[in-house]
C-alpha cells in the first residue's frame, strides 16, 4: 500500500514559536520522492521541497528545515520562528518511481496551521 | 514564464449536466496531471497525460474523462453531474518525461465547481 499520513490535523502557535509538521510514508517501492506543499487560503497549491529516497541529507532553505529519515517513514517539516503569513494548509505527498505510478502524487490529510500574533 | 492556468475560475452547474474544465500547463511541460480535492476526500489523483495519452488513472468513475491536444494544454469533463462531484479541481503540469527522475508538479489555481 502506497500512503501518506498526517496525524497532526491542526496546529496553532504564536507568532515566533516553532513548529513542527509531521508526515509519514508508506511504500514498498525502493525509489521514491517526496514533497511538501503549501496551500495558502487563496487555493492554489505551492511547492516547498522534493527529496528523493536515496539522498536522507536534512534541508534548510531560510526559515524553512526539513527532516527526512528513512529508517521511520518520515518527512517532517520545521518552520522556525513563525510568522502570520506562514498560515495556511500543508501538504505531504508521495511520488513512487514507477510505470504505474506516472504523473500521481499521493497526498496526506494536510495539516492546517494557524499562526496568531 | 507563466504559471499553470486554469478556466474557468468558478462554475455553477446542475445535476445530470456535463462540465468541461481547461488547463494550460507552464510552458516546455508535457506532462499534465488533474486532482479532485474536496473537504472529506482530500486531494485525489483523476488522471495524467504526456505527449496526448493518458498514462495513468485514478479510481474514479468513467464519468470522468480527459484529453491532452498537441499543445500540451489539457480538458477534463464531468458528464451527468452528481451532487459529489462538487469539488475543486486542480491541474498540476511537470518536467517529468520517461526515463528522468520525477521532478515536482507546479499546481495551477483550480476550478471550483458547485454542482446544485
Known amino acids: 500500500a502506497q500512503k501518506v499520513t498526517q496525524a497532526q490535523t491542526e496546529i496553532s502557535v504564536v507568532e515566533k514559536e516553532d513548529v513542527t509538521l509531521d508526515c509519514v510514508y508508506e511504500?514498498?517501492?525502493?525509489?521514491?520522492?517526496l514533497f511538501w506543499y503549501k496551500q495558502p487560503p487563496s487555493g492554489e497549491l505551492v511547492f516547498l521541497i522534493r527529496?528523493?529516497?536515496?539522498?536522507?541529507q536534512n534541508e534548510i532553505s531560510g526559515r524553512y528545515s526539513w527532516n527526512f529519515q528513512k529508517s521511520t517513514s518520515s518527512f517532517n517539516f520545521t518552520i522556525t520562528a513563525s510568522q502570520v503569513v506562514d498560515s495556511a494548509v500543508y501538504f505531504c505527498?508521495?511520488?513512487?518511481?514507477?510505470?504505474?505510478?506516472?504523473?500521481?502524487?499521493?497526498f496526506g490529510q494536510g495539516t492546517t496551521l494557524q499562526v496568531k500574533p | 514564464k507563466a504559471g499553470v492556468t486554469q478556466t474557468p475560475r468558478y462554475l455553477i452547474k446542475t445535476r445530470g449536466q456535463q462540465v468541461t474544465l481547461s488547463c494550460s500547463p507552464i510552458?516546455?511541460?508535457?506532462?499534465v496531471s488533474w486532482y479532485q480535492q474536496t473537504p472529506g476526500q482530500g486531494l485525489q489523483f483523476l488522471f495524467e497525460?504526456?505527449?496526448?495519452?493518458?498514462?495513468n488513472k485514478g479510481n474514479f468513475p468513467g464519468r470522468f474523462s480527459g484529453r491532452q491536444f498537441s499543445n500540451s494544454r489539457s480538458e477534463m469533463n464531468v458528464s451527468t453531474l452528481e451532487l459529489g462531484d462538487s469539488a475543486l479541481y486542480l491541474c498540476?503540469?511537470?518536467?517529468?518525461?520517461?526515463?528522468?527522475?520525477?521532478?515536482?508538479?507546479?499546481f495551477g489555481p483550480g476550478t471550483r465547481l458547485t454542482v446544485t
Open positions: 498540476a503540469s511537470t518536467i517529468t518525461e520517461p526515463g528522468t527522475p520525477i521532478y515536482e508538479q507546479y
Open positions: 511504500t514498498r517501492d525502493t525509489t521514491y520522492y
Open positions: 527529496r528523493n529516497s536515496f539522498d536522507e
Open positions: 505527498a508521495l511520488s513512487p518511481h514507477g510505470s504505474g505510478n506516472t504523473g500521481k502524487l499521493i
Open positions: 497525460y504526456f505527449s496526448e495519452t493518458q498514462r
Open positions: 510552458s516546455g511541460h508535457r506532462s
